[in-house]
């Protein structure tokens, strides 16, 4: 069956008992036992298991081409779920670029347990098999990357970590599942921030966890119940119901993103664009060949360094300045101070996280009214 199918149909049968068609919102802590170690239906607290979490848990691991999915009470916490096949000694190789919070993980709750995260550029595959070493047991990487919209190889690094037995973990958080699958690709595990396109309405926050290895899905299955850092039902079914629509959000997403990143690689006060359709983008083949469309962030070095970036800022009245992304409305993050802020300065030079840096969520308002915005809000 077709993504938009699976999306709408799986894991989510109409209820047996009053047939509702949308999954019940199951508010409740705990379940009545019939006899000590006798549960009804596999339900016994909403720690371990809830019937709305696991419909979620069902279609995230269906659209993602798993057999197995964790919902997480966030995109932080299913990051930390993921790694907790390591164990101290072990190493990571991860790409020179992620989410800042996935940077504070590996190297502020990580390295202190004893786990060395080292760096790698996330666009070359031989510099991941050049960085191997013996303590090396997983390679991480986000694709396209927060904020630069780089994109790594899957297919390549999945190679790559097969033959060196390491496991692979993809954050598809950018691309989303309608358009990359990682698992497909070779990859052993994929993660999610579902606050983003997942749940698509920048009212949830939330994570998930994907994989079809049963021994890592077992590793991080006892971690999520004796851990605890679940997704409420309430939680678990906003994101349910924004999975419903992904297809024809993405679709919209991606229209506008490509229509403004022309707009703006034209603009005469925008230094450079990233945005993998561009024909510029280094990786714009990679991305036809392993995306089905190049997604809606856009991330924009303005002219004039800081200043410029603060003018534009103040001008705009569409773009909302927030952290997150993939919901209905546009938003502007400055990652220098917001979503990489936990990056030390250096480092951030280091990886080209300039200080005239800004990243667009293209949202789902009309791309001649988001193009009049920009363009008011770049006019010298
Ligand atoms: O915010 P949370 O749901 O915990 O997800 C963390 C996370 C994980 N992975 C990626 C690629 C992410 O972008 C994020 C969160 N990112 C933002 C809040 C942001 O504005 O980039």
Not at 336 to 351: D, G, N
Request: glycine share 8%; charged share 20%; with cysteine.
């Amino acid at each position: 069956m077709e993504f938009e199918t699976l999306a709408i149909h799986d894991g989510q049968a109409p209820e047996p008992r009053t047939g509702a068609v949308s999954v019940p919102i199951y508010q409740t802590s705990t379940f009545q036992q019939d006899g000590i170690g006798q549960q009804r239906l596999g339900f016994e607290y909403s720690r371990s298991g809830n019937p709305t979490r696991q419909a979620l848990e069902a279609a995230l691991a269906l659209v993602e081409k798993g057999d197995y999915g964790l919902a997480f009470a966030s995109g932080s916490a299913a990051t930390l779920a993921a790694l907790q096949v390591l164990k101290p000694g072990d190493g990571i190789l991860a790409g020179n670029d992620t989410y800042g919070g996935t940077y504070r993980i590996f190297e502020r709750i990580l390295r202190p347990w004893g786990v060395d995260t080292r760096y790698v550029d996330a666009t070359n595959i031989a510099a991941f098999e050049q960085a191997i070493d013996s303590n090396t047991r997983l390679i991480w990487v986000e694709t396209p990357t927060n904020p630069l919209l780089k994109l790594v190889d899957i297919a390549a690094l999945a190679d790559l970590a097969r033959r060196r037995n390491l496991l692979l973990v993809v954050d598809n958080t950018f691309a989303s599942p309608y358009l990359q699958q990682p698992l497909a690709l070779g990859a052993h595990v994929v993660v999610h921030s579902t606050t983003k396109y997942l749940g698509g309405h920048s009212d949830v926050v939330g994570g998930a966890f994907i994989t079809s290895d049963k021994a890592i899905y077992d590793t991080v299955k006892f971690y999520q119940n004796a851990a605890g850092a679940v997704p409420g039902p309430w939680d678990s079914w906003l994101v349910l119901r924004g999975l419903k629509t992904l297809k024809v959000r993405m679709r919209e997403h991606q229209e506008s993103a490509l229509y403004l990143a022309h707009i703006l690689e034209a603009h005469p006060a925008v230094e450079r664009v990233y945005y993998p359709g561009l024909t510029s983008h280094p990786q714009h083949e990679l991305a036809k060949r392993q995306m089905r469309g190049f997604g809606g962030m856009i991330s924009f070095e303005v002219k004039g360094g800081f200043p410029a970036v603060e003018r534009l800022i103040s001008r705009l009245k569409l773009f909302v300045l927030a952290e997150s992304l993939g919901g209905v409305e546009s938003l502007l993050c400055y990652p220098p101070r917001m979503t990489h802020a936990s990056v030390a300065p250096e480092e951030r030079a280091r990886r080209g996280i300039h200080d005239n840096l800004v990243r667009l969520s293209v949202g789902l308002e009309a791309a001649s009214d988001l193009e009049a915005d920009l363009l008011e809000g770049l006019q010298s």
